[in-house]
């Protein structure tokens, strides 16, 4: 290759997140995957995942992520869900603290490693940069109990969002009540009003709602950034067109893909929506209905708007930790 050569791709690859990869879905992957970014989870670790609606069987389970708790000595953390008078076929088995340990028991974490519903008794509020919706950011009050974050999503679909991941993660997963309310309504609604649930008045434009979610996980991005870190790892199986929110999701139609990971949040969105969208449609693999519920939700636009805030990029280069 030409000098001239050599100097094009080194400016191509300016500014551009990394995004390692490993198309094993293991605990010891998850560890390594970790490991690779670099960045050790140090002083009080938050791990910030999904429990799982009662009934939804697809959430990451504990005897995959057991070792990375273990590696880190972190704490799962948690919020409370916002639902109430919803449809009979809707999720609330999480929507209060009583309830949401039942199902953490129930789901095997408890047996393993600490957990916490971060907000079980408080919430505090956090700055955000984009006041364009929300004022500022509702977290659960446990967060302030935490040094460092490390983001372990599960990808997959999302009635709402289009899709979840990193951001919805740290956005809404981080909410309280109160918060979740608050970016669903892109900034209406401060207080939980069970009776507005679901209703024009409680939810709000999409994009409002998406552009919301952005500002949110920028919020709490900065603020672990002022502690002592945060990182983003998500692990691409079981992926249903409903969040791990849903009580009875619609059948996974997609084959398991593997792990991302990357300390740039809007990349490792990217990554995986890309990912999704070079699927090709096979007897066991078919993409066709995440695509098509990204696209409705207008999925990819939480993404363009957290770029548009500087809280990543979209462009990345993807390196596979395989051997």
Known sequence: MSRDNNQSAKDRNLNKAT??????????????????LGIPATGRVAIKMSTGEGSNPNYLKPELVKDLFFEVDGTLVECNTAYGNEPEDACDDRNNSANHWEVIRRHGFMDLFPVDIMDEYDEIRIPVKDRSHIRYDIVGGHMANYDFMIA????KGHPMGGYGGALKNLSIGCASQNGKAYIHSAGKMEKLDMGLLWTEEYVGDQDGFLESMAAAAQAVVNYFNKKQGIIYISVMNNMSIDCDCVDHPEPVKLEDYGILASTDPVALDQACVDIINQQKVTATN??????????????????????????????????????
Do not use: C, M, W
Request: charged content about 25%; hydrophobic content about 30%.
């Open 19 to 36: 995004v390692y990869l490993t198309r094993e879905i293991t605990p010891e992957s998850l560890v390594r995957i970790y490991k690779t």
């Open 152 to 155: 372990l999503n599960h990808f």
């Open 286 to 323: 078919d993409p066709t209905d995440l695509l098509d519920r990204i696209d409705q939700q207008h999925g990819v636009h939480t993404i363009e708007h957290a770029e548009t805030l500087g809280l990543g990029t979209r462009r990345y280069n993807l390196v596979s930790i395989d051997k």
